[in-house]
């Protein structure tokens, strides 16, 4: 089996967003490493199978789906308040319950692994970010990408007067299954 050809729509039923923010500071042993959810997210895959670099991916993502669904480390684990809060701060003070896109300008690479190199808009600003990707015969395909939250004019959430706060990089991974020929 193969990636079937042709322009796919995607969604939360094909797979998952997640994105993983990483705690710092002097008590950052109180806080948690997070990994959020994004729950309501849409896009489109062209994918020519054959020829990689034709194909292309767009995805919007709603910041304000974005679910707390794991938090490592920290003094205690997370209550559901706690979620709520880290969810609250989230959209509230760092994305303002903007929405977050991702607009491939270029694919490299050959099957199984492919590079997708992309505009990441966020906040309002665009910047270059690069997927590494795995696509497997069974059309799953699982990739992460890197980027600084103060490159799209975002202040990475602190408290306790910056004694504990979130570190600037942030990783996305995606997780979709692809259809298949």
Known sequence: MTVAKGSHNIGPQ??????????????AKMGHDLTLEATSWSGKADI????PSASSVQVTIDAGSLEVVEGKGGAKPLS????RDIKK????????????????TGVSGSTPRLQLKGDLT????????????????????????????????LKPFSAMMGALKVK????????VQLPTA
Do not use: C, W
């Open 48 to 51: 020519n199978p054959d020829d």
């Open 122 to 153: 966020i906040n309002g600003q665009t910047q270059p970010v690069n997927l590494d990707l795995n696509v497997d015969d069974s059309g799953h395909a699982k990739g992460t990408a890197s980027f600084k939250q103060t490159q799209f004019g």
């Open 80 to 83: 559901d308040n706690d979620k």
């Open 14 to 27: 094909d797979g998952k967003v997640l994105v993983n923010v990483y705690k710092d500071g002097m008590a």
């Open 168 to 175: 600037d990089s942030v990783d996305i991974t995606i997780d």
């Open 89 to 104: 701060n989230i959209t509230d003070k760092v994305l303002r319950d903007t929405s977050i896109s991702f607009e491939s």
